[in-house]
Structure formats: C-alpha cells, structure tokens
C-alpha cells in the first residue's frame, strides 16, 4: 500500500512513543486511541505527569502554516481565557513537531460530558463563549486556512462523486439533478447575504466537540478552524423542528449578544449550511475510502441503502432551502 493508500502505516505504538519522547516527554507505555479518523489521536499515560493527547496530522492534508495558523488561534483564544483545549508550547516555543515523517502536536487531556443543550441556562452560556471566540476571531483574517465556500464544499464534492462513480448507477441522475437545484439555491442564499462579514471560526462546533463540566464547557479540535459567517458556529447546536430550532436559537443569541451582535441576515444562511455539509461528508468519506481504517468504520458508505436514504435528506433539503429563514424570537 502506499501513503496515500494507507498514510498511517508505519504510525505504530513504538513509533509514537518514540515521537513523544523525542520532545522530551517521558510516556509510560499506556496510550488509548481516541475516536477520530481524519487524524489519529491518541491519549499518552506519563510516568510521572499527568496524561497527554497526542494528535498525529494526517499527511498531505495541510500545510506546516495552515497548521501553525490552527495553533496559534487556540494559543490566543487561550491568553483570552476562552476554554479553548490548545496545544502545548515546548521550551523552544514550538507547537508542531515531526518524527519519522508523521507531524504532530501534544494536547493536555480534559475531560467531560457530553453538552445538555435542553438547557436554556447551557445554550446562552455557550453562546456567550462562541460570541468570545468571534470577538478574537473577527481581529484579523486567516492567511493559510480555508473559506467556507460553496462551490468548493458543494458542487465540487458532488462532481468528485459523480466522477468517482461511488454513486449507484441507477441514482446518478437522481443525485445529479437534485445536487443542481441545491446548489443553485444554495449560492443565490449565499450572494443575497454577501455583506455579512467572514471572521475565523472554530469551524466544526457541534455537540461532539465541546465538553462541559461543573465548570461549563471548553471547546476541543480546531483542526477545521476556518473563515466563514459567525452562523457557521451556531446551526449545529441547533436541534428539531423549525420552532424548537428557532427557541434553541434565541437562548444561543441571547448568551452571544453579551459579547458581540449577531448578524441576524445570516439566519438565512443555517440551511445552505447545513446542506453543504451533508454533501462535503459524502465526498470527505468517498476521498479517504483508500485509507483502510474507512471502510472498516463506515462499512453502510457502499450500500444502496445509504444512497437512497441520503438522497431522501437532499430531497428535504431543496424544500427546506425554499422555507423563509427561522423566525427571531
């Protein structure tokens, strides 16, 4: 197999160890893997500190700066005393390290739960945070990380799908015509709010990437940190029917506007988001489908069935793109 293939192939336990002890950390010889797959993680038991979470960037994906860019967001989020999980700075003041080929950056572990997001209290308290993290974020731009675009995470994911032919033959056309329609809808959404300010984002704020304890919560993984609409940080938190999404939204706002207004005009931009991302997932998991740990963890991607059902939620999709924005309450 090649990198590109199986990119993390030599990546095996003596090879991490040695990684970290290569920085001058001294492991114990325990290590979790932690779930993730566009990356391997890994939590590190030390023979005498506390344990740490290694994080092994997968090869080819970014560049050193688009990553450096990543660390020194969350290392200024942190400053700020925004509960950012941020990487940890070695003497020489370096984040990412290299061993044996495989770039990597150590993480102090936090633990947590999962968000009650059915709590009026927790929405607004996370609002006021994201609010927080796009108060820093809106200061000055990205140089080296990504835009949420949507010809990029829409039309271009659904021709590397088509093209790929990882859609069953007989639902090609069905795909085709239904992924047109969305995408046309899509960018007139997207230029009628084309005056709303892009700021840096945490990028992939859902429930899975923030930990709350007795504390409140702290945010994890800014590897999909990128500049986009403050929206972006917000939809996914969101939940239900189109009132209880709408409730769920004025609890979120209330919390944010303590620190910074929300553009209200980017309300209309939660179900081009949402679509986009449906889309973006189907082709992010068809492009890593020659990485072995893949099909071994999404074995449904090839099945008839996972095609017509993800058909039937972009067939939702086009009516809920034609339903005016969420009501603000």
């Not at 050193?64 to 003041?93: C, K, M, W, Y």
């Not at 607004?124 to 820093?136: K, N, S, T, V």
């Not at 189907?282 to 017509?308: E, I, K, V």
Request: with cysteine; proline share 8%; glycine share 4%.
């Amino acid at each position: 197999m090649s990198e590109q293939t199986a990119p993390y192939a030599s990546l095996t336990p003596e090879t991490i160890l040695q990684a970290i002890e290569s920085v001058d950390y001294r492991p114990s010889g325990g290590m979790l893997a932690l779930n993730s797959y566009e990356n391997r993680v890994y939590q590190i038991s030390m023979d005498e500190t506390p344990p740490l979470v290694a994080k092994f960037y997968r090869p080819n994906r970014w560049s050193n700066d688009s990553i450096l860019e990543e660390h020194q967001f969350s290392l200024a989020l942190e400053r700020d005393e925004i509960p950012v999980i941020a990487p940890l700075v070695d003497t020489n003041g370096h984040t990412l390290h290299e061993y044996q080929g495989y770039r990597f950056a150590l993480f102090p572990r936090r633990g947590g739960r999962w968000p009650e997001l059915d709590n009026p209290d927790n929405l607004e308290w996370i609002g006021r945070f994201i609010a927080r993290i796009h108060q820093l974020g809106s200061v000055e731009p990205f140089q080296h990380r990504p835009d949420i675009d949507p010809n990029r995470m829409g039309r271009l994911s659904a021709e590397y799908l088509l093209e790929g032919q990882f859609i069953p033959l007989e639902l090609e056309s069905s795909y085709r015509r239904i992924t047109e329609a969305l995408q046309q809808l899509i960018e007139e959404i997207f230029n009628s709010t084309n005056q709303c300010k892009k700021i840096r984002l945490h990028g992939d704020c859902h429930p899975g990437n923030i930990l709350w304890t007795d504390r409140g919560p702290h945010f994890v993984d800014m590897d999909d940190c990128q500049m986009g609409p403050a929206i972006q940080d917000l939809w996914m938190l969101l939940s239900g029917d189109r009132q209880e999404m709408a409730l769920q939204l004025s609890y979120i706002r209330e919390g944010y506007e303590t620190f910074r207004e929300l553009d209200s005009r980017e309300i209309a931009l939660i179900e081009p988001l949402r679509t986009l991302r449906m889309i973006h997932y189907a082709a992010w998991l068809a492009r890593r489908w020659s990485d072995p740990a893949f099909p071994h963890a999404f074995p449904w991607f090839h099945t008839h069935q996972y095609w017509q059902e993800h058909l039937l939620q972009l067939e939702q999709q086009l009516r809920a793109l034609e339903e005016p924005p969420l009501p603000i309450y």
